[in-house]
């Protein structure tokens, strides 16, 4: 059983930046591909962006791509999300999930973090 607990969220202005983290516990960290999904109010979860259990390939909705960047640290079973360039259509609550097997961009995660509120004003 895999436990994921998020970090970082808070209030920025628009075109600010933040650093979600993303501890992960209970299983070898290298085994899973990880994910970042959110989920603005009113709406369904929705995919942000992912990364391979090697940390070598990466995929990202185009909405965030060429402002936000998911790495890893296996050594220290963490997943980041660095979120450049704010805008207030990125408010959500932001969650971080684990895959066996190869990532995807789909909801087919078999552990989810419980999240973190990100809001950007404008």
Known sequence: ????????GGLVQAGGSLRLSCAASGGPFSNYAMGWFRQP??????FVAAITRSGAGTSYADSVKGRFTISRDNAKNT???????LKPEDTAVYFCAARRGVVTRQNDY???G?????TVSS
């Open 41 to 46: 109010p009113g709406t369904e979860r929705e």
């Open 1 to 8: 059983q895999v436990q994921l607990v998020e970090s970082g």
């Open 114 to 118: 419980q999240g973190t509120q990100v």
């Open 110 to 112: 078999d552990y989810w």
């Open 79 to 85: 997943v980041y999300l660095q979120m450049n360039s």
